[in-house]
């Protein structure tokens, strides 16, 4: 049986410039940690993203979902 996994995370390219200008996204201050993962800070609430691939755009990261 093929199995296709369709699930992947990728941040909207409004969110990366919100970074790029060092300004919130909706509320949300994005940063990347040494390791280059992406936290997302709302209020009190901090998220910590596991990989940088999330930061490539469609033509990079879909070669990465077909290993």
């Known amino acids: 049986m093929t199995v296709i996994?369709?699930?992947?995370?990728?941040?909207?390219?409004s969110l990366v410039s919100a970074y790029e200008q060092g300004r919130e996204w909706f509320g949300t201050m994005v940063e990347r940690t040494a390791e280059g993962r992406t936290q997302l800070t709302t209020g009190p609430?901090?998220?910590?993203?596991?990989?940088?691939?999330?930061?490539?755009?469609?033509?990079?990261?879909?070669?990465?979902?077909?290993?």
Do not use: G
């Open 5 to 13: 996994d369709v699930h992947a995370h990728i941040l909207p390219r």
């Open 45 to 67: 609430r901090r998220n910590q993203m596991s990989t940088p691939e999330y930061w490539f755009d469609y033509p990079e990261r879909i070669p990465l979902m077909d290993k």
